[in-house]
T-cell receptor, first 112, second 114 residues
């Protein structure tokens, strides 16, 4: 079953523009994470936001979390060609265990 | 260098031939996990382990086995591989799953079962 669903599935922007990706989930979570993946390689952790946090920043990344709407957004400001990658949200379910559910991802293409 | 290693990186095998994909981390992490990635489906968790001798099922455990006899190693075993297990597999580890943590991923193992 898919917990996290990203939107849009694909996004193409010009270098210097901002990119916004959204993630929705279905059940109660402990936290939500965002990862980047370059073309079939391993995922790289970008940022984690806890369920009691609403916003978090890391460099050019800004993540928001709205637990009432069960949604999160990732904003990449001043995008660069090197930001071209797939971006995934993942949620740790609040079920007593530590099961992690990933979404299908957003493919971002930044044109130089 | 802190890393998660997987072997082999590429594997082509036939239906029914038992195989093991190894995963090792050098960061003394308690938590380890296996995922498979298929086009359009993102990553799906197969099994995870909270610590030595503690394992639990993820979202898609059928057809897979794992063991955690040592903290650094978490092998994935396919007793009787089938073509629907053709996929890209990732191992990951982290220190904890509480509070703020960072999950480190291996480079992936591309498995083809014919």
């Amino acid at each position: 079953s898919q917990q996290g669903e990203e939107d849009p599935q694909a996004l193409s922007i010009q270098e210097g523009e901002n990119a916004t990706m959204n993630c929705s989930y279905k059940t109660s979570i402990n936290n939500l994470q965002w990862y980047r993946q370059n073309s079939g390689r391993g995922l790289v952790h970008l940022i984690l936001i806890r369920s009691n946090e609403r916003e978090k920043h890391s460099g050019r990344l800004r993540v928001t979390l709205d637990t009432s709407k069960k949604s999160s957004s990732l904003l990449i400001t001043a995008s660069r060609a090197a930001d071209t990658a797939s971006y995934f949200c993942a949620t740790d379910l609040n079920t007593g265990g530590f099961k992690t559910i990933f979404g299908a991802g957003t493919r971002l293409f930044v044109k130089a | 260098e802190a890393q998660v290693t997987q072997n082999p990186r590429y594997l082509i095998t036939v239906t029914g031939k038992k195989l093991t994909v190894t995963c090792s981390q050098n960061m003394n992490h308690e938590y380890m996990s296996w995922y498979r990635q298929d086009p359009g489906l993102g990553l799906r968790q197969i099994y995870y382990s909270m610590n030595v001798e503690v394992t639990d099922k993820g979202d898609v455990p059928e057809g897979y086995k794992v063991s955690r006899k040592e903290k650094r190693n978490f092998p994935l075993i396919l007793e009787s591989p089938s073509p629907n297990q053709t996929s890209l597999y990732f191992c990951a580890s982290s220190h904890t799953r509480q509070g703020d943590y960072e999950q480190y991923f291996g480079p992936g193992t591309r498995l083809t079962v014919t």
